[in-house]
């Protein structure tokens, strides 16, 4: 695999819109597989997990909706006068 196929931590977070203490932590959740480099310890991930780990997030989310194409016309305030205030 080339280098390209492996993202570091920051980038991992950056893909996934997360700190990058978050994917510390799912890593070690066991949630997100990674890499360690021999020697440094570093993480690296595999962009095909990155990837499915995004759309996994992302579908929790609502499904998107569209919104009215014209405005609604805003309602008529009254304005307040001294009368209204005395009692």
Same mark, same amino acid.
């Given at each position: 695999?080339?280098?390209?196929?492996?993202?570091?931590?920051?980038?991992?977070?950056?893909?996934?819109?997360?700190?990058?203490?978050?994917?510390?932590?799912?890593?070690?959740?066991?949630?997100?597989?990674?890499?360690?480099?021999?020697?440094?310890?570093?993480? =690296?991930? =595999?962009?095909?997990?990155?990837?499915?780990?995004?759309?996994?997030?992302?579908?929790?989310?609502?499904?998107?909706?569209?919104?009215?194409?014209?405005?609604?016309?805003?309602?008529?305030?009254?304005?307040?006068?001294?009368?209204?205030?005395?009692?």
């Amino acid at each position: 695999m080339a280098r390209t196929d492996f993202l570091n931590v920051r980038e991992t977070a950056k893909e996934l819109g997360v700190h990058e203490n978050t994917v510390r932590n799912l890593e070690k959740r066991g949630t997100l597989k990674a890499v360690r480099l021999p020697g440094s310890g570093f993480r =690296r991930f =595999r962009k095909e997990d990155v990837d499915r780990m995004r759309e996994e997030m992302w579908s929790q989310f609502a499904p998107d909706t569209e919104l009215p194409r014209q405005r609604r016309e805003p309602s008529k305030r009254d304005i307040l006068t001294d009368e209204d205030y005395e009692a």
